[in-house]
């Protein structure tokens, strides 16, 4: 599908907590990188790191960007990570109001 929902991805990163969440998500729109960003606090990850299963909660930032911003905003997420390897995910908006496509990719402009 071709159009304004093919031209925005969700990029979904978790964080250690809220604050840290918010720091880098609106470190991320300010600087053009993401149209808006939500953080969703409270969730619980189970994973297993180093051979341990860790339990740990975390913070969930979901922002949404230009296509040809995503790799911007996985380095820029990186980069400003406490994490040695942050969980960091770019999918793919398959549908969607196609006004708010427009207003995301608007709201950080494509070079």
């Known amino acids: 599908m071709e159009g304004p929902q093919s031209a925005v ?3 979904y990163a978790t964080f250690p907590g809220r604050e ?12 053009g990188v993401a149209g ?17 299963t860790e339990t740990a ?13 995503a ?5 820029y997420i990186v980069a400003n990570h ?4 942050p969980a960091i995910l770019v999918l793919p908006v398959v549908g969607g109001s196609e006004a708010y496509m427009q207003w995301i ?5 494509v070079a």
Do not use: F
């Open 9 to 11: 991805v969700v990029v």
């Open 20 to 31: 840290a969440a918010l720091s880098c998500g609106r470190g991320m729109v300010e600087a």
């Open 36 to 52: 808006c960003i939500n953080v969703l606090d409270g969730m619980t990850s189970i994973y297993v790191w180093n051979g341990v």
């Open 57 to 69: 909660d975390e913070a969930v930032l979901i922002a949404k960007v230009a296509r040809e911003r």
């Open 71 to 75: 790799q911007a905003a996985v380095d």
């Open 82 to 85: 406490s994490y040695e390897t």
């Open 105 to 109: 990719r608007a709201a950080a402009p």
